[in-house]
């Protein structure tokens, strides 16, 4: 297997702007997590799905914020408008059964720069 | 919160020396897990330890947990150059809740 595979690496937007971000969790792997990694605030949790179903969003930090899990091979994060605070690395990770006592298998994130 | 921290926040060493990094955390914990994550790339898992497990060994590290003072610490033997990263250790909580991580500890190893 590739790993889990994000997508764009690096992103550039204006403020305003929409944003999506695309990841492809090891196949198998029924948890997929969205994390979000600033130096301020180290790796935060913003999601995570089981069996492509959203179990907490307590994580995304605003309405602006959202994330689907169409099928078990692909979920979105958008960001829908984009405010420069929004300029971090977003990571996606999956796990096979468990999301706490399996490991986590990380994509290499998508950084992102709102202007 | 159940966030872990890491201790020291960065640290240098000269190859071939041991690298040891502390994680402290405050609530009760299922397991630990240890991750390293290079400049500009995903993190990768080195070694998970369960609640019940007291040391574990993989290759050159060495994983403690100390669930009576809610630590952990990673040592790294013999250290080398290509072990200059981040290193993060990972709380799971009881349930089925996922992991928390910790803000990490910068390590470089001076060649």
């Known amino acids: 297997d590739a790993g889990v595979i994000q997508s764009p690496r690096h992103e550039v937007t204006e403020m305003g702007q929409e944003v999506t971000l695309r990841c492809k969790p090891i196949s198998g792997h029924d948890y997929l997590f969205w994390y979000r990694q600033t130096m301020m605030r180290g790796l935060e949790l913003l999601i995570y799905?089981?069996?492509?179903?959203?179990?907490?969003d307590s994580g995304m930090p605003e309405d602006r914020f959202s994330a689907k899990m169409p099928n078990a091979s692909f979920s979105t994060l958008k960001i829908q408008p984009s405010e420069p605070r929004d300029s971090a690395v977003y990571f996606c990770a999956s796990s096979l059964r468990s999301s706490n006592t399996g490991e986590l298998f990380f994509g290499e994130g998508s950084r992102l720069t709102v202007l | 919160s159940q966030q872990g921290e890491e201790d020291p926040q960065a640290l240098s060493i000269q190859e071939g020396e041991n690298a040891t990094m502390n994680c402290s955390y405050k609530t009760s914990i299922n397991n630990l897990q240890w991750y390293r994550q290079n400049s500009g790339r995903g993190l990768v898992h080195l070694i998970l330890?369960?609640?019940?497990?007291r040391e574990k060994h993989s290759g050159r590290l060495r994983v403690t947990l100390d669930t009576s003072k809610k630590s952990s610490s990673l040592l790294i033997t013999a250290s080398r150059a290509a072990d200059t990263a981040s290193y993060f250790c990972a709380t799971g909580p009881p349930g089925n809740t996922p992991l928390v991580f910790g803000k990490g500890t910068r390590l470089s190893v001076i060649a």
């Open positions: 330890i369960r609640s019940n497990e």
């Open positions: 799905f089981n069996n492509n179903v959203p179990i907490d």
